[in-house]
């Protein structure tokens, strides 16, 4: 589904990501993992075209897509839900939802993909007037999500859903990837709650200062000692 | 004059004002920079409407519609060839660059046209209405009358089309806007181009009220309008509607009754009070109709 392969990228003359390469199949929860700075977020960013890697090359569905840029990515079947959610402060909870639709002209795909939405997040139906920065944290993460959903992704990129969450809002977060991904959508899924995220995944890579320094079936990782000491606080 | 009078002309020529004050807001809010080439945008406007009315004999209609045409070609180019290779450029290079544009403009006119002003054939039929004792003058209608228009259609544009949309994402968050789809170039290229349309349509009313053109017809209009937007809120759009509007106001009454020569002063000192006050002008934090 999605391969990276040799992935370099540099801020300036600093190298933030030196020589990635992993690959998500179709269907499957990857987490990718890793402490404050490790690239997680750099590596999301150049998939989907916001920076573009010095060397390296991105494939979807065995299209190279390393130099494509960003606002194409959409219709080619990724969606990204951002870092820090990145939601449309200023605009209403629909309005951000019909954004995530932008590139869709079928007016009742869309509308089937907004039910959807709301079938997952009953709580932006109930707020679709509100305006999208009044939302309370986990709504925006909510709205992010479902954002991202309305194109009808064939893959989604999740960087961090579990950030300033609530335990029991964490859970159902986690949980409602877990459904997207029982409907067929293929996730990469980068957060720091390791624990969580590996024990949805299937598989899971280790990023360790712009290097993938371990990778395999999540639940074994789950019991690794080293993932345990680091990533798990064990 | 009555007060009535010198009130109307104000709002007047705060429409005017406020026209070209949009296009100053709305290229600030989408691609985060002031674009100091506008008012001779709006000169430009002037001289292709001149031409054309005066020169080729061309109908007022089409006159105005290959005004517009020509200013909107006009600000997407400049846009693709000054200021697109800067978007990443700090914001003293572009605005350096934006200068040099404006200065460009003005020397194009200056060979082309001479430094003489011109006198320009209003486009407004002779008209004048009386109300409440005072006549008023059929350009302070039209004036008014469009002024309004377009900003009730700017606001359905962007409030209720898709690419009106795309153009608050872009303001709010390029990257998010592009992950949605939203290409930001050409939001950008359309931003410039519904600014420059608009600076076209400011030119021809304004060069009906007052019947002339010169190079430098567009310098001190712009320099009123920026004041307008920064007044109102910069990258607000019912704030440089209300700031260009008040600002109109505001010279047209300190002509009449204080001193012709110190209005501007007057106007400046305004907007130095309005901002010591409220640095971010007056609907710099209104959100939900920020662009
Ligand atoms: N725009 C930038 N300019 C310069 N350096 C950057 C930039 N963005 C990120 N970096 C650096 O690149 C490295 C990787 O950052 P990145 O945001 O990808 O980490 P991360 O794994 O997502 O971290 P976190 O878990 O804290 O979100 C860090 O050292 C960071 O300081
Ligand atoms: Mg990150």
Excluded at chain 2, 217 to 239: D, E, H, L, Q, R
Aim: proline share 3%; charged share 15%; aromatic share 8%.
């Amino acid at each position: 589904m999605l391969r990276v392969e040799n992935v370099e990228v540099y801020y300036g003359v600093i190298k933030a990501i030196k020589g990635v390469s992993f690959e998500v199949n179709q269907g499957e929860i990857i987490a990718l993992i890793g402490s404050n700075g490790a690239g997680k977020t750099t590596i999301l960013h150049t998939i989907t075209g916001l920076i573009s890697p010095k060397s390296g090359s991105i494939y979807l569905e065995d299209t190279d897509i390393t130099k494509i840029p960003a606002h194409k990515i959409v219709s080619m079947g990724m969606a990204h839900v951002p870092e820090g959610r990145r939601i449309f402060q200023e605009l209403t909870v629909y309005e951000n939802l019909q954004l995530g639709a932008f590139i869709m002209k079928d007016k009742k795909q869309i509308e089937k993909n907004l039910e959807y939405v709301y079938k997952h997040f009953p709580r932006l139906k109930e707020r679709k007037n509100q305006i999208a920065g009044t939302l309370s944290g986990g709504e925006q993460q909510m709205l992010a999500m479902g954002r991202a959903l309305m194109s009808n992704p064939k893959i989604l990129l999740m960087d961090e859903p579990s950030m300033g969450l609530s335990p029991i809002l964490v859970s159902e977060i986690f949980q409602i990837i877990k459904e997207v991904s029982a409907d067929g959508t293929t996730v990469l899924l980068v957060d720091h709650n390791a624990k969580k995220a590996l024990s949805i995944a299937d598989r899971a890579y280790v990023l360790e200062t712009g290097k993938i320094v371990l990778s395999g079936d999540a639940k074994e990782l789950l019991n690794d000692e080293s993932v345990k000491k680091a990533y798990l606080g064990e | 004059m009555s007060f009535f009078s010198y009130f109307v002309s104000g709002i007047s020529l705060g429409s005017i004002y406020a026209l070209i004050a949009l296009g100053y807001t709305m290229v600030y809010g989408i691609a985060k920079m002031l674009n100091f080439a506008h008012g001779d945008v709006i000169m430009i406007g002037g001289y292709v409407a001149f031409t054309a009315i005066t020169t080729m004999q061309f109908p007022v209609w089409l006159s105005i519609c290959i005004s517009i045409l020509a200013c909107i070609i006009l600000g997407v180019v400049i846009e693709k060839i000054a200021y697109k290779p800067l978007r990443n450029a700090t914001p003293l290079a572009i605005l350096i660059t934006a200068i040099g544009v404006s200065y460009l403009l003005q020397n194009v006119a200056l060979l082309i046209f001479g430094s003489a002003a011109k006198s320009f054939t209003s486009v407004v039929p002779k008209f004048s209405v009386e109300l409440g004792g005072v006549s008023i003058t059929g350009e302070t209608i039209v004036t008014i009358a469009v002024a309004v228009l377009i900003v009730i259609c700017l606001s359905i544009f962007i409030n209720k089309t898709k690419s009106g949309r795309a153009m608050l994402a872009v303001s709010e968050d390029k990257g998010a806007a592009q992950l949605m789809g939203i290409n930001v170039n050409s939001t950008i290229s359309l931003t410039f181009a519904i600014g420059s349309g608009l600076a076209a349509v400011a030119s021809v009313l304004l060069c009906s009220t007052y019947p002339q053109i010169s190079p430098y017809t567009g310098a001190m209009p712009g320099i009123k309008a920026f004041t307008a937007a920064v007044f109102g809120g910069i990258g607000s759009i019912p704030g440089a509607m209300i700031g260009g509007v008040v600002l109109g106001i505001i010279e047209s009454l300190s002509k009449a009754y204080i001193s012709s020569e110190l209005s501007d002063a007057i106007v400046f000192g305004v907007l130095i009070i309005v901002l010591l006050v409220r640095p971010t002008g007056l609907f710099g934090k209104k959100f939900n109709e920020k662009v």
